[in-house]
Structures are given as structure tokens and as C-alpha cells.
């Protein structure tokens, strides 16, 4: 066992109970109101942060709508754009080690592989998105206004930013999520109060220390913690904000949908998932089903588009699915700060009852649990899982558990691979395995799901855009998508 050692800046920033950042301020609750975090590897108290209130967030959100309205970020040029995205990208590279550190220990997951994935994941970002900032155009175009006949004019269409955005996040990615907002909106020059998830506010606090020392000026960036009821029900309802942009649950976005409808206030959501792994006859199985097992189980699973169906063509199923149990019965389970561990805790106390209700739902419904099944403490603890015998039908099949539990079922050939990976209210992701291209050419466009990856699953890159199907959400993250979703366009006609 090789347990990391902490950084003293990690252990000092715990230590001091981070604040909110509103305008040029770190503050507390207005009420003095505070929420314990939890270290899920072992169930005790981190430290506290700020129960934000409706007043927080009113003062927040009016921060950014001044440093969006009146200040001097409104005249910052594209050029400025970039370079303080770029200078916040160093500052997080300088801090990676720390940022993963606080991951680590409020999210559970692996500081060693926060530090590659997630944190370099979200610098790889903000640099990718710094180079749209002098990349935004406009159009001009040649009009005919029919009802004018006798007129000259002169036209174009400007693309501006669209102003206030109000982004919450989930807990499954913190920094990484936040980023994907942030990223766009500082790009085209809007401006932005982000509301981290309740559990795992940590990377976004030290991110706004950050973002203050890169030199953007104050309420650009404003960071409230607090719970979803009251600090984020206030930041969706708050009439100053333009923009709102989601990642979490499908019954949680649906319901910020419609109030965003009531107001007009634009919005993106990234929701959840349920995403097939289809892994062909003709696939190569090793790499099939060494990719189908990190798919589940990379994050313990608590990711949006985990590969949480396993469709396997039927002569292949038994021995790909005593692959994948073979793999998870090897993995070691431990805290994410002990470097031979191969999955850490779930999130919360809560995370593991859920996961736990549809892994007994499972056995009490007849299934075979293949591997796992078990959960243990301290710390929020679920064994990889594997089940079959089950229906499509099944609510392990159809619902999100989002957790390390994988459902596999046999299929005879293709259409009937097809017919199941589109059997499901989501469409995130989908992986096929196989080597025959004209097969994995004649499925990708059948296959309704935001994203398709052939031979690998949850590749990620900042050119691609991410966003789903169906109940998977509304809109799209990263790539030019992005941009497009957080600008307006102006049309301008000019009588000569
Ligand atoms: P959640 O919907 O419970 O919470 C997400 C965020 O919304 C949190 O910040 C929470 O405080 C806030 N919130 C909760 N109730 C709210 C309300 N009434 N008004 C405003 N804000 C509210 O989701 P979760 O359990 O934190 O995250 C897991 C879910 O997120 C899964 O469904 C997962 O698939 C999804 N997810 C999707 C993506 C994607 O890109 N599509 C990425 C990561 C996670």
C-alpha cells in the first residue's frame, strides 16, 4: 500500500473552512448557515462550507450582472479573453497536484488519477477554449428587403455573448464540470455564478481563488455553495441571470427546463444515461471486454456515460461477461489516496443505499449477480458488479444506478443489438466493438445517442461536442457547440 502524502497547501485550505466568492468578496452565509463535507473513503467530517441562502444568491448573481453590464470586462478584446484563459490554465497546471488532492478527498476518486484525467482534462480545456475567444465571428450578408425596392443597405449578423450564466453542477466530475461551463463563458465574455453540487464544492473554491489571481476582475466569477433546494432553486428562478447551464439528474433538469421556459431564459441541460457497450462477434474480446469493464467501472461508475448495458452477441456472452468479473474481482477497493487502489468509495452514504436498493432489487427479481454484489464501510463501499439474467425490461436496465453495476444481456445479431441500445429513455453514449466496418458504419447512424465510440468508450476530446438524446438533455458542451450556446445573435440592417 502506497498511500500519497498530502500537500500542506490541501491540508490548509480544509483547514481554514473555504468561503463563497460573491463579487471581490469571500464570504459566509448571510445567515451564518454552514453544511459539513464528507470524505466518502471514510465517512468523516472534512470540514464545513457556507449554507448559501436565496439572499446569497441574489447578491452573487447581481455581481456578475454588474461586472457583465457595467464594468471592464465588457470591453475586454478577444485577445484578452484568451490570454486570461491561458493564465488560469497555467495557474491550475502550477496547482494541479492540490486540485486533485481536494478532488480526492471530497469526491473519493483515485488523487492519482484526478490528477491526470480530471484536472488535465479540464487545463486541456480552458486552453482549447481560450483559442475560440479570437475565433468568434459574425457574417455580413447581401439582403434585398422586398418592401423597399428603391433602398441600398448594409447587413451583418453579430455574434455576442449572452450575459449572466447561471451554471450548477453534479458532483461525479467537479472541477472538470465546472469547466465545461466555465470554459465557453469566459471565452465569449460572459459572465457566471456557479453553484458546485452540494457534496463536493472544494475544486470549485480553490478554482475561483485562482480565477481571482489570473487578474479577471471581480464578479466575472462568483462560486456559492449550498444545496440544490435552496441555492439552486434561487440561482434558476433569479430573473437577472440570461443563461442557465446544467449538469445532474434528468428529474432535476427537466424541472430547471421548464421554469427556464417560464422566463425564457436560455438553457443547456446534461443530463443522464444509460449507455450500451455492444460488443460484436467479430470484435476482438480481450480489448472488448477489458474496455467494457473500465467503461462501468472507471469512477465506480459514476459517470454520465458509463457503458452501464452490455449487449454481447450471443456464442461470445458467457465468456466476455467471466472476462469482465475476472477483472472486477481483481480490483482493489480503498481510499484514492493509496495509489494501489484500483476503485475508490462512492460519494455519500446515500449513493451507496441507491446503488445497493437496485443490486438487492436484482436478486430479490431472480438475476444472477456474475461478481460483487457486496458493500462494506467505513467509507461508502460497493464492489464491482456484474448481473445477468435479466430482462430488458428490467428497472436495473432501464433506470440510471449510477454506480459500479454492470447488466449484461445476449443478443442475436444486429438489429437485435440496435433494437436494445435504443430500447432506453436515454441516449448519451453508446460504444460498438467490432472490426467489421461495414457493420459499425451501418449502426452509428442508427444508434440515437450524443455520442458513438467504436472500439473504445467515454474518449473525450474538447473539438467534440458532449450532450445527449432524448431524456440525456438539451444542448451541447464543448467544441464550437459550445460557443454557440453560450452567444446571441444580432441581425444589423443599416439603410444607406
Ligand atoms: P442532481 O440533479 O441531484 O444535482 C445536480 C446539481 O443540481 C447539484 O448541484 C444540486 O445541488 C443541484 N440541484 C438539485 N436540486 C435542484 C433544484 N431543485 N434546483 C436547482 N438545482 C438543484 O444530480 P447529482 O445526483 O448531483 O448527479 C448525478 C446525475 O448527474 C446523474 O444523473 C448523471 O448522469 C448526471 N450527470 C450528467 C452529465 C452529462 O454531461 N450529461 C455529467 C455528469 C453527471
Not at 464545513?48 to 461586472?67: E, F, I
Request: hydrophobic share 45%; aromatic share 6%; with cysteine.
Amino acid at each position: 500500500m502506497a498511500i500519497a502524502t498530502l500537500l500542506p497547501a490541501t491540508t490548509a485550505f480544509i483547514q481554514r473552512a473555504p468561503r463563497m466568492l460573491i463579487g471581490a468578496e469571500w464570504v459566509e452565509a448571510a445567515d451564518g448557515q454552514t453544511m459539513p463535507l464528507r470524505n466518502p473513503a471514510t465517512g468523516e467530517q472534512l470540514c464545513v462550507v457556507p449554507r448559501a441562502t436565496v439572499d446569497d444568491v441574489d447578491r452573487a448573481v447581481l455581481a456578475a450582472r454588474q461586472a457583465f453590464d457595467d464594468s471592464s470586462w465588457s470591453r475586454t478584446r478577444p485577445r484578452e479573453r484568451q490570454n486570461l484563459l491561458w493564465k488560469l490554465a497555467d495557474l491550475m497546471q502550477r496547482d494541479a497536484e492540490l486540485l486533485a488532492q481536494l478532488e480526492c478527498l471530497n469526491n473519493g476518486k483515485s488523487a492519482a488519477v484526478a490528477q491526470v484525467m480530471d484536472v488535465q482534462l479540464a487545463i486541456d480545456f480552458l486552453r482549447y477554449m481560450a483559442g475560440w475567444a479570437t475565433k468568434i465571428e459574425g457574417s455580413s450578408v447581401e439582403v434585398s428587403v422586398p418592401l423597399m425596392p428603391d433602398q441600398q443597405f448594409h447587413s451583418f449578423i453579430r455574434r455576442e455573448a449572452v450575459g449572466v450564466v447561471g451554471a450548477i453542477v453534479a458532483w461525479n466530475f467537479p472541477l472538470l464540470l465546472a469547466c465545461w461551463k466555465l470554459g465557453p463563458a469566459l471565452a465569449t465574455g460572459c459572465t457566471v455564478v456557479l453553484k458546485p453540487a452540494d457534496e463536493t464544492p472544494l475544486t470549485a473554491l480553490k478554482l475561483a481563488e485562482l480565477v481571482q489571481e489570473a487578474g479577471y476582475p471581480d464578479g466575472v466569477f462568483n462560486v456559492i455553495t449550498g444545496t440544490g433546494i435552496t441555492a439552486g432553486a434561487a440561482l434558476t428562478h433569479n430573473p437577472r441571470v440570461d443563461k442557465l447551464t446544467f449538469t445532474g439528474s434528468t428529474a432535476v433538469g427537466k424541472e430547471i427546463g421548464k421554469i427556464a421556459m417560464d422566463s425564457m431564459t436560455r438553457v443547456t441541460l446534461e443530463l443522464g444515461g444509460k449507455s450500451p457497450t455492444i460488443v460484436m462477434a467479430d470484435a476482438d474480446l480481450g480489448s472488448a471486454a477489458a474496455g467494457a469493464a473500465s467503461a462501468i467501472f472507471f469512477n465506480q461508475g459514476q459517470v454520465c456515460c458509463a457503458g452501464s448495458r452490455l449487449y454481447v452477441q450471443r456464442k461470445h456472452f458467457d465468456k466476455v461477461v467471466a472476462d469482465i468479473a475476472g477483472i472486477a474481482n481483481a480490483m482493489k477497493l480503498g481510499s484514492g489516496l493509496d495509489t494501489s487502489v484500483d476503485m475508490g468509495p462512492l460519494i455519500s452514504a446515500r449513493q451507496q443505499e441507491r446503488v445497493w436498493r437496485y443490486i438487492e432489487m436484482g436478486r430479490e427479481s431472480g438475476a444472477t449477480i456474475a461478481c460483487g454484489g457486496e458493500q462494506f464501510g467505513p467509507g461508502y463501499f460497493v464492489k464491482p458488479t456484474v448481473i445477468v439474467d435479466v430482462d430488458q425490461q428490467h428497472s436495473l436496465v432501464q433506470e440510471e444506478i449510477f454506480g459500479p453495476v454492470l447488466v449484461a444481456i445476449p443478443f442475436d445479431d444486429e438489429a437485435d443489438a440496435l433494437r436494445m441500445a435504443n430500447d432506453s429513455p436515454y441516449g448519451l453514449g453508446a460504444s460498438i466493438w467490432s472490426n467489421d466496418l461495414a457493420a459499425v458504419h451501418r449502426m452509428i447512424p442508427r444508434i440515437k445517442s450524443g455520442s458513438v465510440w467504436v472500439n473504445c468508450h467515454s474518449a473525450l476530446d474538447p473539438a467534440l461536442p458532449f450532450g445527449g438524446y432524448k431524456m440525456s438533455g438539451v444542448g451541447r458542451e464543448m467544441g464550437y457547440a459550445a460557443i454557440e450556446h453560450y452567444t446571441e445573435l444580432k441581425s444589423v440592417l443599416i439603410k444607406l
